[in-house]
């Protein structure tokens, strides 16, 4: 019920394409859901997050879509760059700090 | 304003010791999380701390102890290392503790346990 499955482990995409990493969760109590960007050797850093009253947010080239019937919400990168080649986490939160990761995504932007 | 620090970066240690790892949240923070950070299980919740407070623990075996200080310092514990503790060990920090505060990650400690 805690679980927050994501999809795919990697993903290669071309510059300029839109990467979408999808995830998944049980837990109909979880009212929070951000997305972290992890670079090696860092820790991760907030990328854009959702409230499950709002079906989708745009941040600059960064767009959730969140479907709270299916329980399921994915991150949609516009224009990639090189650049946003890292590790990408979705993650739920249930009133508080308790963040509930998914398995991450390893991205990579070929030039 | 400084990020969330973490000491140290690296650590070394053998099984059955113990270790204390560090965080000093971004100034004017209250709340400290911890997070281990593994290939195969991958981030997991160790617990939050909110006024030296714990409020959230996560799903931990007791020999995985935090404590925060007044001025929102936090310090972790694990005794009796195992191997399976060898980790990427987070802090994050957030204002209030909301659960819309953002949190941010520290650069993370490294534990190998030998």
């Known amino acids: 019920q805690q679980q927050v499955k994501q999809s795919p482990q990697s993903l290669i995409v071309q510059k300029g394409g839109i990467p979408i990493i999808n995830c998944a969760y049980e837990?109909?109590?979880?009212?929070?859901f951000p997305w972290y960007q992890q670079f090696p050797g860092k820790g991760p850093a907030l990328l854009i997050a959702?409230?499950?009253?709002?079906s989708e947010k745009k941040e600059g080239r960064f767009t959730i879509s969140f479907n709270k019937s299916a329980k399921q919400f994915s991150l949609h990168i516009m224009d990639s760059q090189p650049g946003d080649s890292a590790t990408y986490f979705c993650?739920?939160?249930?009133?508080?700090?308790?963040?509930?990761f998914g398995q991450g995504t390893r991205l990579t932007i070929n030039p | 304003k400084a990020g969330v620090t973490q000491t140290p970066r690296y650590l070394i240690k053998t099984r059955g010791q113990q270790v204390t790892l560090s965080c000093s949240p971004i100034?004017?923070?209250?709340?400290v999380s911890w997070y281990q950070q593994t290939p195969g299980q991958g981030l997991q919740f160790l617990f939050e701390?909110?006024?030296?407070?714990?409020?959230n623990k996560g799903n931990f075996p007791g020999r995985f102890s935090g404590r925060q200080f007044s001025n929102s310092r936090s310090e972790m514990n694990v005794s009796t290392l195992e191997l399976g503790d060898s980790a990427l060990y987070l802090c994050?920090?957030?204002?209030?503790?909301?659960?819309?505060?953002?949190?941010?990650f520290g650069p993370g400690t490294r534990l190998t346990v030998l």
């Open positions: 994050a920090s957030s204002l209030g503790g909301g659960v819309t505060d953002t949190q941010y």
């Open positions: 837990n109909t109590a979880f009212d929070y």
């Open positions: 959702i409230r499950p009253d709002v």
């Open positions: 993650a739920a939160c249930q009133g508080a700090q308790k963040l509930v």
């Open positions: 100034s004017g923070h209250r709340s």
């Open positions: 701390y909110f006024s030296e407070t714990q409020r």
